[in-house]
């Protein structure tokens, strides 16, 4: 046996006790599918203000949002993002559960293309297909232990989608230690400029952490 595959094997042991992203959790309900091709299109989430409220979230100067968030799961954690338009108070939209709002609001993480275990062990050793759209949860603040808002105005907005769009297409696969949810994120994180912690920390500090480096 070769010492690099000793050493990309012990990475991946190393990786399976400090990092993680699972789309498969008992205590959560389905997100929905996901939302992972570029031929979507680059554009703001339609938003329609409640009645005598129409145009009130254009009076914001950045009406759009990109939300850096983490949420339980039954392992780790997942890392995700949130992004879309803000309602006429500047609010995130939520229902009066506090799930997001379909149409509105779009989700986007990396993790394994599948709700069993397997492929997300397996994916502890070796590069599993992945599923970049939302997984079980993301969608309810309920399971929120971390959060990292930026507000944009439309054109940074319409650059982040388009980067993310683009990102979606490019990551076929997960892997806990060489590419998970935390690095997936961090990608979009660092090309709005922002300073990314290392992939290797559980979820929820990641998101604080990414916070403190950039506020």
Request: net charge negative; hydrophobic share 40%; glycine share 8%.
């Amino acid at each position: 046996m070769s010492s690099k595959f000793l050493r990309i094997a012990f990475a991946a042991a190393l990786g399976a006790l400090v990092t993680g992203c699972t789309s498969n959790s008992a205590n959560t309900m389905s997100a929905g599918a996901p939302v992972n091709s570029s031929a979507a299109l680059v554009a703001p989430a339609a938003f329609a203000p409640p009645p005598g409220q129409s145009g009130a979230a254009q009076q914001l100067s950045k009406p759009y949002f990109i939300d850096f968030r983490a949420r339980n799961a039954l392992s780790y954690g997942h890392s995700f993002v949130v992004f879309g338009k803000l309602d006429q108070n500047g609010r995130i939209p939520t229902d009066s559960k506090g799930v997001l709002i379909p149409g509105v609001t779009e989700v986007a993480g990396l993790h394994p293309a599948s709700t069993s275990n397997v492929p997300y062990t397996i994916g502890h050793f070796l590069p599993v297909p992945s599923e970049t759209g939302p997984s079980d949860g993301d969608t309810e603040i309920a399971y929120m232990t971390a959060h990292y808002r930026i507000d944009l105005t439309e054109e940074e907005y319409r650059d982040v989608v388009g980067y993310i769009r683009s990102l979606q297409d490019s990551s076929p696969v997960w892997h806990a230690v060489l590419y998970n949810c935390s690095s997936f994120i961090g990608d979009i994180a660092e090309h709005m400029g922002l300073k990314a912690p290392n992939h290797m920390l559980f979820p929820e500090n990641y998101i604080n952490t990414l916070k403190e480096m950039n506020s």
